[in-house]
């Protein structure tokens, strides 16, 4: 009974390595990266933040600063922008023979039975009929086909999904991360393409991930992959 303790603190504990999400909140003004699994909202190491990207509505690169805080990332772009991008590196973790997960790779942790490196990526677009650019910084993206603020909540936006680049297919989209974070919408089909239902009038963040085998490296044996779309069902206005 007494193993029981730490295999479930390890399976919690990987569970927020694997599981958590990243996307991104206007908040009192400000645009702040958010690290979390539905309705969590987690403190983390800003210089996690590997990039952020902000663009106006013709995909133009907009300058964007990440101001670093205690517990979190706050984006300041020199202007309001049309879309926003953004990368967290979580690191490479490896679990040791006591259920222990260290962040480090599998070489500086010889006796590790699991290695992992995961990485978060986040789109989110703020304003109707943008242009997006593309996107090649982002390991794997949910890329709409249609203007998501002009689909409508109850209706379907058309999303592809691509990661390393190329469409990937089998891929289960959250539909509501924030709000449904296990329900599955849609599942992508061979040319990466799915059906997700826009399911709010506020904030909609449809979600993936992927976990991918990694040979040949002396850290790692899977390379996990998370990202997000954010955007409102219905356009603000004044």
């Known amino acids: 009974m007494k193993k029981a303790l730490p ?52 995909g133009k690169m907009i300058p964007v600063t990440v101001k670093r805080l205690d517990d979190h990332a706050r984006l300041e772009p020199l202007k309001p922008p049309a879309v926003v991008a953004v990368a967290l590196d979580n690191g490479p973790w ?25 990485f978060k990526y986040s789109l989110a677009i703020y304003h109707q009929g943008v242009s997006l650019p ?27 999904v691509l990661v390393d680049g190329k469409p990937a297919a089998g891929i289960e989209l959250l539909g509501d991360y924030r709000g449904a974070p296990h329900h599955i919408s849609g599942k992508t089909d061979a040319q990466g393409r799915a059906q997700i239902e826009v399911r709010n009038q506020g904030l909609n963040i449809i979600a993936a991930e992927v976990d991918l085998p990694v040979v040949n490296d002396a850290d790692i044996e899977t390379r996990g992959l998370f990202t997000s779309l954010s955007f409102l069902g219905e356009a603000h206005h004044e």
Do not use: C
């Not at 603190?9 to 958010?34: K, S, Y």
């Not at 490896?94 to 995961?118: A, F, Y």
């Not at 910084?137 to 249609?146: D, F, N, R, S, T």
């Open 7 to 58: 295999l479930l603190a390890a399976a919690l504990f990987i569970g927020q390595v694997n599981a958590h999400g990243l996307w991104t909140e206007q908040r009192r003004g400000n645009i702040e990266t958010i690290y979390g699994h539905g309705a969590e909202d987690n403190a983390f190491k800003a210089e996690k933040i590997s990039g952020a990207w902000a663009y106006d509505s013709r």
């Open 134 to 160: 593309v996107l090649d910084q982002l390991k794997m993206v949910i890329v709409p086909e249609a203007d998501p603020l002009e689909v409508g909540v109850g209706k379907l936006l058309p999303v592809r």
């Open 94 to 118: 490896s679990l040791t023979p006591d259920q222990q997960w260290i962040n480090q790779g599998r070489s500086k942790v010889p006796t590790s039975t699991k290695s992992l490196h995961t």
